[in-house]
């Protein structure tokens, strides 16, 4: 009976930590436009500052001393991670997510010690389970909101690359087709992006960006540069060195453009039946697990029943 009254006190403790992390993060979080937060900035007319804008200030010294103690690894992965979702990763930017981590962080494991205080007298007097539950209710709400905004963009970063797993095929079919009748590389480009953002937002708002870098004065060259670096994917460096070899030597893209689509098409066929053969062994544990047993249920329990009959019928007329 103790042992379950701990084991539920554990249980408890485990879910309003939790809770009190995520109640954190979702309090602070916020989907940040970089483009207005840049022109609020520029404004010649100073803004009001908020309570978490002055909070925000007083933490950036420890921010930057944690950046400064990791070696640069976090900045960069954080920078790495702006990048490949298509936001602006200047330094200032990644100092202003890490600020905002570091402030979830600080929250969280504030609450965690409230909480802690109000468990305190109903914990027994043992030190070691003070410390484990001082331990559990501070650290797992602090790592908890500290890990939440990266795991966001992870998400984000994991459904991109799915999404043009499934669609970038598509989309080089149909940047071949406009060639073909007739539209320059720029203009097809352009084109793609907007018929693709109906079927695939990742994918169109890419090809979009593309179009965009290449009017503002990018070279192409650099603009399908940058799309490889958005997106880590052997299929979209490929295409993009097939372009600008093309581009270079004056060779026909519309030629390039469909060898590479079919390559695309025979790679995506093979990953399906890749999947399609995994498929049968995959399905082997949930088999044995959940229908083995009900299918030996159903098969062996009227035969179970009719034997414990008979035996009752037996010690019935036994002496």
């Known amino acids: 009976m103790i042992m379950n009254v701990y084991v539920t006190k554990a249980i408890i403790l485990l879910i309003m930590s939790l809770m009190s992390g995520l109640l954190v993060y979702i309090l602070l979080s916020r989907d940040t436009n970089y483009i207005l937060e840049r022109l609020k900035k520029g404004r010649a007319i100073a803004q009001k500052r908020g309570f978490w804008d002055d909070l925000l200030e007083v933490i950036k010294p420890f921010t930057e001393a944690n950046l400064n103690y990791k070696n640069g690894y976090e900045r960069n992965k954080t920078k790495r991670m702006l990048i490949r979702l298509g936001m602006s990763a200047t330094d200032a930017d990644v100092m202003n997510f890490e600020n905002k981590r570091t402030l979830h962080f600080i929250l969280a494991g504030v609450c965690g010690f409230v909480f802690f205080l109000f468990l305190i007298p109903s914990i027994n007097n043992?030190?070691?389970?003070?410390?484990?539950?001082?331990?559990?209710?501070?650290?797992?709400?602090?790592?908890?909101?500290?890990?939440?905004?990266?795991?966001?963009?992870?998400?984000?970063?994991?459904r991109k690359e799915k999404a043009f797993e499934k669609f970038?095929?598509?989309?080089?079919?149909?940047?071949?087709?406009?060639?073909?009748?007739?539209?320059?590389?720029?203009?097809?480009?352009?084109?793609?992006?907007?018929?693709?953002?109906?079927?695939?937002?990742?994918?169109?708002?890419?090809?979009?960006?593309?179009?965009?870098?290449?009017?503002?004065?990018?070279?192409k060259q650099d603009a399908l540069?940058?799309?490889?670096?958005?997106?880590?994917?052997?299929?979209?460096?490929?295409?993009?060195?097939?372009?600008?070899?093309?581009?270079?030597?004056?060779?026909?893209?519309?030629?390039?453009?469909?060898?590479?689509?079919?390559?695309?098409?025979?790679?995506?066929?093979?990953?399906?039946?890749?999947?399609?053969?995994?498929?049968?062994?995959?399905?082997?544990?949930?088999?044995?697990?959940?229908?083995?047993?009900?299918?030996?249920?159903?098969?062996?329990?009227?035969?179970?029943?009719?034997?414990?009959?008979?035996?009752?019928?037996?010690?019935?007329?036994?002496?």
Not at 126 to 137: A, H
Not at 177 to 205: H, M, P, Y
Not at 250 to 258: N, V
Request: net charge positive; charged share 20%; proline share 3%.
């Open 126 to 158: 043992s030190v070691y389970n003070v410390i484990l539950v001082g331990f559990i209710s501070i650290t797992l709400p602090s790592t908890v909101a500290y890990k939440m905004p990266a795991w966001k963009l992870i998400k984000k970063i994991k």
């Open 168 to 219: 970038f095929a598509d989309a080089i079919d149909l940047l071949c087709v406009c060639v073909e009748a007739g539209l320059s590389i720029d203009s097809a480009i352009e084109r793609v992006g907007r018929e693709f953002t109906n079927f695939s937002k990742e994918v169109g708002s890419e090809f979009n960006r593309i179009a965009k870098d290449i009017l503002s004065g990018v070279s």
């Open 225 to 319: 540069k940058g799309l490889a670096e958005r997106v880590e994917n052997k299929d979209i460096q490929s295409f993009v060195a097939i372009i600008i070899q093309a581009d270079k030597m004056g060779a026909s893209i519309s030629s390039s453009l469909s060898v590479c689509a079919d390559s695309l098409r025979t790679k995506r066929k093979q990953r399906l039946e890749a999947l399609v053969s995994a498929a049968s062994t995959k399905m082997t544990i949930p088999l044995v697990l959940c229908l083995l047993p009900a299918t030996f249920a159903v098969i062996l329990a009227p035969a179970i029943i009719q034997v414990i009959e008979n035996l009752g019928k037996l010690n019935a007329f036994s002496p």
